[in-house]
């Protein structure tokens, strides 16, 4: 029985890093905007991808390497307002990157996946099972274009809106716990549209359900628990 290599089993897109002078950063800034605007139009393209190169994955890596540069720009700026010496910065920036993005990303790619092969796969497919299977790979995608507009709502957008999301003042309240119910419905609104996106998924809508105890959530949170100060105590003193 021969193994397969290593290298083989290491999505396309992460070989591929190195290779800067074949990345196409002008399609990457363009989905990077559409994700924020118009978000299905990154997922038109997904089905010819699929045809012309045997992969529901994009191949790419020019967008990871835009959202590198962002977080280590965003951690620069989060360092100047918590007044952090320059290798407690550069240490942030390492933490954003590889925890809150490839960390996580690779654990919800690796949940999504089971889950929809298990439970959102069409039983009336009579495709190959290699054309009707979701890749790790297009997880991670999906993973990759739903954190962008929770990057810039939770990383970007309260880093200028700081000095108002921590005043003890219930309008703050309000403004710094919307945040956190932007954030995180949009990465569950982006999950969902990356799987619907597929032909062969059926009743994708199920990806929608984490959208009601997340506003049911904040709503209890308006009582008075103020979840920007919580959270943000929690990431830059631990």
Known sequence: MVSTPVSSRVPLIF?????????????????????????????????????????????????????????????????TVYSYGVFDAVKLGFIMVLRDFLFVGVVMATLIRLFANKVLLSPTSHSSPTDTSVEWAYTFDV??????????????????????????????????????LAGFAQYIYGVYLGLSALPFL?????????????????????LGFNVASHVLRAYFTS
């Open 202 to 222: 059926i009743r994708a809508e199920i990806l929608l359900s984490p959208l009601l105890p997340l506003f049911a959530s904040y709503v209890v949170s308006l």
């Open 15 to 79: 070989r591929r890093l190195h290779r800067f002078q074949q990345m196409d950063f002008e399609l990457a800034l363009w989905q990077l905007s559409y994700l924020c605007l118009a978000p299905k139009r990154v997922y038109r393209n997904v089905y010819y991808h699929k045809q012309t190169k045997n992969t529901w994955a994009r191949d790419d890596p020019a967008i990871l390497v835009l959202l590198f540069g962002c977080l280590f720009v965003v951690a620069m700026a989060w360092s």
């Open 143 to 180: 993973h990759t274009n739903a954190f962008f507009p929770l990057f810039l709502t939770l990383y970007v957008a309260q880093l200028f809106l700081l000095p108002v999301i921590l005043r003890d003042r219930w309008v703050c309240l309000l403004v710094g716990n919307t945040l956190y």
